[in-house]
């Protein structure tokens, strides 16, 4: 399906999230990724708390989780370029062992107070290094399973909620984990989830069914670089990373206490979850780069209006609705990115829009924290929706021809 024209009417009757679930492999394949998928979501929290409990220093701890995550985001689409090239059964299960074995190396070396914190750094960074891209594996095996666009709208929507909802439970477990031994523990519960998920995924006959692609040519990115959906995606994250923050200083300057910052928040998740089921249920006409376009403006348009909130609760309305725009941008993103690319080049496509979330919510985070410094919470909202209103703008230029 050409990404630059209208979706094709669905040849399936009623085209629904179960139907979804009932295509052959589905369900097997879906919840072994999202296993695997899961130690995303415990990992990040898990390493924070081990480094600082090992090395008694916030710096230190900071240092570790840039070079964790930046490593993870830089050599993403390298990663995605091997996964295209040698399959997915040859190049993941030496990834997820590689990055198991090194997170339970990081467990080992927080495990009692004292690892020099440059060791601790170099591991991180190394386990960042070989993180396998689950994500952009999923989403091409969703390509393989789903040929009804409708359905395979609806795939990638329940996939975007689902990967929404690991890093809001991720968290939670690890919390759980922190009853019954110490924050190394949650490293080996990363370690686990991911080798146990991966092995699973891969035996799967959707994944043993993808030959590997020949070497792509044409550009540093092999011709999988997708313009439109990278440049919405990292004008997300841009426009995203910055809420937390933005949100606990509106909090505190007002005097709601840290406490409701995560419920603030909760809500931005909440709109969406609600956004990204609804944008998969709607049979839409309109050519998916123009969809991303004003998906991005939307939420760009909200996230400025957020700025003009006098309280908690039409600060809660303006991030609800802000959500409900958060999912289907990047469902979008990514199946723009799937639909632009050959098939030798899907996991580099969708490795790319996930970088330039990744990498945009890192830099948006620090703009963030100096924009504080200087200007008052409700023109750094609105900046934020500026960010995104410009990435919307950058989206139609890139879709012309």
Same mark, same amino acid.
């Given at each position: 399906?050409?990404?630059?024209?209208?979706?094709?009417?669905?040849?399936?009757?009623?085209?629904?999230?179960?139907? +979804?679930?009932?295509?052959?492999?589905?369900?097997?394949?879906?919840?072994?990724?999202?296993?695997?998928?899961?130690?995303?979501?415990?990992?990040?929290?898990?390493?924070?708390?081990? +480094?600082?409990?090992?090395?008694?220093?916030?710096?230190?701890?900071?240092?570790?989780?840039?070079?964790?995550?930046?490593?993870?985001?830089?050599?993403?689409?390298?990663? &995605?370029?091997?996964?295209?090239?040698?399959?997915?059964?040859?190049?993941?299960?030496?990834?997820?062992?590689?990055?198991?074995?090194?997170?339970?190396?990081?467990?080992?070396?927080?495990?009692?107070?004292?690892?020099?914190?440059?060791?601790?750094?170099?591991?991180?960074?190394?386990?960042?290094?070989?993180?396998?891209?689950?994500?952009?594996?999923?989403?091409?095996?969703?390509?393989?399973?789903?040929?009804?666009?409708?359905?395979?709208?609806?795939?990638?929507?329940?996939?975007?909620?689902?990967?929404?909802?690991?890093?809001?439970?991720?968290?939670?477990?690890?919390?759980?984990?922190?009853?019954?031994?110490?924050?190394?523990?949650?490293?080996?519960?990363?370690?686990?989830?991911?080798?146990?998920? $991966?092995?699973?995924? +891969?035996?799967?006959?959707?994944?043993?069914?993808?030959?590997?692609?020949?070497?792509?040519?044409?550009?540093?990115?092999?011709?999988?670089?997708? &313009?439109?959906?990278?440049?919405?995606?990292?004008?997300?994250?841009?426009?995203?990373?910055?809420?937390?923050?933005?949100? $606990?200083?509106?909090?505190?300057?007002?005097?709601?206490?840290?406490?409701?910052?995560?419920?603030?928040?909760?809500?931005?998740?909440?709109?969406?979850?609600?956004?990204?089921?609804?944008?998969?249920?709607?049979?839409?006409?309109?050519?998916?780069?123009?969809?991303?376009?004003?998906?991005?403006?939307?939420?760009? &348009?909200?996230?400025?209006?957020?700025?003009?909130?006098?309280?908690?609760? $039409?600060?809660?309305?303006?991030?609800?609705?802000?959500?409900?725009?958060?999912?289907?941008?990047?469902? $979008?993103?990514?199946?723009?990115?799937?639909?632009?690319?050959?098939?030798?080049?899907?996991?580099?496509?969708?490795?790319?829009?996930?970088?330039?979330?990744?990498?945009?919510?890192?830099?948006?985070?620090?703009?963030?924290?100096?924009?504080?410094?200087?200007?008052?919470?409700?023109?750094?909202?609105?900046?934020?929706?500026?960010?995104?209103?410009?990435?919307?703008?950058?989206?139609? &230029?890139?879709?012309?021809?």
């Amino acid at each position: 399906m050409s990404a630059l024209t209208p979706s094709r009417p669905s040849s399936i009757p009623r085209p629904s999230y179960a139907a +979804v679930l009932r295509v052959p492999h589905a369900r097997r394949t879906f919840l072994a990724a999202l296993a695997a998928r899961l130690a995303y979501g415990t990992v990040s929290l898990s390493v924070l708390l081990s +480094v600082t409990r090992a090395v008694g220093s916030y710096a230190w701890s900071g240092v570790v989780m840039a070079v964790f995550g930046g490593s993870a985001v830089v050599l993403m689409p390298v990663r &995605a370029a091997l996964v295209d090239r040698y399959g997915p059964r040859r190049a993941l299960p030496p990834m997820a062992a590689a990055y198991s074995a090194v997170l339970c190396l990081l467990a080992a070396l927080t495990w009692h107070p004292g690892a020099p914190p440059a060791l601790l750094a170099g591991t991180a960074a190394l386990a960042g290094c070989v993180a396998p891209p689950l994500g952009p594996a999923m989403r091409a095996a969703w390509g393989r399973l789903v040929d009804d666009p409708a359905l395979r709208r609806r795939a990638y929507s329940l996939d975007g909620v689902a990967e929404e909802l690991l890093f809001v439970s991720g968290p939670a477990l690890v919390g759980l984990v922190l009853r019954f031994g110490p924050p190394p523990a949650g490293l080996l519960l990363s370690a686990l989830l991911m080798a146990a998920g $991966t092995c699973t995924f +891969v035996t799967s006959p959707a994944v043993r069914g993808a030959t590997p692609g020949k070497r792509a040519s044409g550009g540093a990115a092999g011709g999988a670089f997708p &313009a439109a959906p990278v440049a919405a995606a990292a004008g997300l994250g841009l426009a995203l990373s910055g809420a937390d923050l933005l949100v $606990t200083a509106f909090a505190g300057q007002r005097s709601y206490g840290a406490e409701a910052v995560p419920w603030i928040l909760g809500a931005l998740s909440a709109g969406s979850a609600a956004g990204g089921l609804l944008h998969g249920a709607v049979e839409w006409r309109r050519p998916a780069a123009g969809r991303l376009a004003g998906l991005t403006a939307a939420l760009g &348009a909200a996230l400025a209006l957020a700025g003009a909130a006098t309280g908690i609760w $039409t600060l809660v309305l303006a991030l609800t609705a802000a959500g409900v725009f958060v999912a289907p941008a990047l469902t $979008t993103a990514y199946l723009l990115a799937d639909e632009s690319a050959a098939e030798s080049a899907r996991n580099r496509a969708g490795a790319w829009v996930n970088a330039a979330v990744n990498a945009g919510s890192s830099v948006g985070a620090v703009g963030a924290g100096l924009a504080l410094g200087h200007l008052p919470v409700g023109l750094c909202f609105a900046l934020a929706g500026a960010v995104a209103l410009v990435s919307a703008a950058l989206v139609r &230029a890139a879709d012309r021809p």
